[in-house]
């Protein structure tokens, strides 16, 4: 069974620049988790889809960052404009049907670097 | 979700069995223990989780107190592989059901 897939591993750009991550879960997987993970700090919750619906998107600045999940199955994670601050990985992370005891399978994160 | 607590880092020995406490006294009687790791450079693992028993699955036991206001994961026979991060995770058994992570603990696993 293949895992959740995320592109691409890096990036770097300068602050002010957008930047989009993308995300393809597991195959069958209604739930799908983005999440920020700050250097020396646990992940962060920024939203949670439920098929092609958002469920929980009360941690994610939307003043910059978007999300959407086009057709219930990749997603695409933007910034626009990026900060400094939001230099972090970002991780994506599926499940089957997003109960409360359902296993969330994370993805390798994109690091972000915004100089 | 209740909150946790874990020691920042500890060593063990290739071979050994490591034993990683978590603190959670505030833990509900809905409330699930989760723990999951984060190899370097990855994202992070499942590993196990319990309400009220012990567990035990092909990678780890899991020992919960029986007022469930503390665990310990156990790694019966540690390798190289397993020097990770370990996050200790309340869960709530309904409603929001995203994961809270703390700042874990750093397991160095030493040859």
């Known amino acids: 069974e293949a895992g959740v897939a995320q592109s691409p591993r890096y990036k770097i750009i300068e602050k002010r620049q957008s930047v989009a991550f993308w995300c393809n879960p597991i195959?069958?997987?209604?739930?799908l988790y983005w999440y920020q993970q700050i250097l020396g700090q646990g992940p962060k919750l920024l939203i949670q889809?439920?098929?092609?619906?958002?469920?929980?998107d009360s941690q994610l600045p939307k003043d910059r960052f978007s999300a959407e999940r086009l057709k219930g199955v990749d997603s695409t994670l933007k910034i626009q404009p990026a900060k400094l601050e939001d230099s972090a990985v970002y991780l994506c992370?599926?499940?089957?049907?997003?109960?409360?005891?359902?296993?969330?399978?994370f993805g390798p994160g994109t690091r972000l670097t915004v100089l | 979700d209740a909150k946790t607590t874990q020691p920042p880092s500890m060593d063990c020995a290739e071979g050994r069995a490591a034993n990683l406490p978590c603190n959670h006294s505030?833990?509900?009687?809905?409330?699930?223990v989760y723990w999951y790791r984060q190899i370097h450079s990855q994202g992070p693992q499942y590993i196990i989780h319990?309400?009220?028993n012990n567990e035990t699955n092909e990678m780890a036991s899991l020992i919960i107190t029986e007022d469930r206001k503390s665990s310990t994961l156990i790694l019966p026979h540690a390798t190289l592989r397993d020097t990770a991060v370990y996050y200790c995770?309340?869960?709530?058994?309904?409603?929001?059901?995203?994961?809270?992570f703390g700042t874990g603990t750093r397991l160095t696993v030493i040859p």
């Open positions: 889809f439920q098929n092609n619906g958002v469920v929980d």
């Open positions: 992370a599926s499940s089957l049907i997003g109960g409360n005891t359902d296993t969330q399978y």
């Open positions: 319990g309400l009220k």
């Open positions: 195959s069958g997987h209604a739930t």
């Open positions: 995770i309340v869960r709530v058994a309904t409603g929001a059901n995203n994961l809270f």
């Open positions: 505030t833990i509900s009687g809905n409330e699930y």
